[in-house]
């Protein structure tokens, strides 16, 4: 795995692998957040926000970026603190308060602007798709997938503040993908209930409350400060 520029809080295997999609040569994705030196922040340039290298597939985000993003209900960045413990491959303490505070993250608007948007481009994409191309059919197979992912998760964490990453039943998921990657107007029903599901009240609140997240971003910056030496 590729070190973190910084100290590593919260790294885990995320993507095909978390969801039940992997088969035999799957990537295998990773995600994580670390902590830049506090005082790298005291200068004229700030630290670099994300490191994201593909041989191997890893992203990892500065832990305020991290937070701002999952303040959003970004689904790539927050499925971080949601992931099965056996997928973590590094989880120090300020990671196991990270996970603890993951619902103050929440909020209806965002959960319906951010899951129901990437559905959205995931359905675009399939339009562009020429399915008669063996690799493009590939392709369009796995936006598929990821766009009934994407609406299964996101109206379960609406209706229930659960994000379950590990899909329950991932040979359906992967089934439906098919039929809508020979079909894309297929997913139009799809996207449409789910519309409705997330316009009715849920169980999340309208706005997240950022506070956990500030005090947990100044507790990082406490711990990965080293006074200058005289």
Not at 128 to 149: E, F, G, I
Not at 190 to 215: H, N, T
Request: aromatic fraction near 6%.
């Amino acid at each position: 795995m590729v070190p973190a520029p910084g100290t590593a809080l919260l790294v885990g295997v995320v993507g095909s692998t978390a969801y039940g999609f992997a088969q035999a040569g799957s990537d295998i994705d990773r995600l994580g957040l670390f902590a830049a030196p506090t005082e790298d922040f005291h200068g004229l340039h700030r630290p670099a926000e994300s490191q994201v290298t593909t041989d191997p597939d890893v992203t990892l985000h500065e832990a305020a970026k991290w937070c701002r993003l999952a303040l959003t209900c970004n689904p790539t960045a927050s499925e971080l603190v949601w992931l099965p413990d056996d997928l973590y491959e590094v989880r120090g303490p300020l990671g196991e308060e990270l996970i603890a505070i993951r619902r103050s993250f929440l909020s209806a608007k965002a959960v319906r602007t951010s899951y129901l948007g990437y559905a959205d481009q995931q359905f675009r994409k399939l339009l562009t798709r020429d399915t008669t191309d063996p690799v493009t059919r590939r392709r369009a197979a796995k936006h598929a997938r990821h766009l009934v992912r994407l609406v299964e998760q996101g109206v379960r964490l609406y209706e229930t503040a659960e994000n379950v990453v590990r899909l329950p039943d991932p040979d359906r998921v992967r089934d439906l993908g098919e039929r809508i990657a020979d079909h894309p107007a297929t997913a139009e029903a799809l996207l449409a209930s789910a519309a409705e599901r997330l316009a009715r009240p849920g169980v999340l609140p309208p706005a997240p409350d950022p506070r956990p997240a500030e005090a947990w971003l100044r507790r990082v910056r406490a711990a990965h400060y080293t006074p200058p030496t005289t």
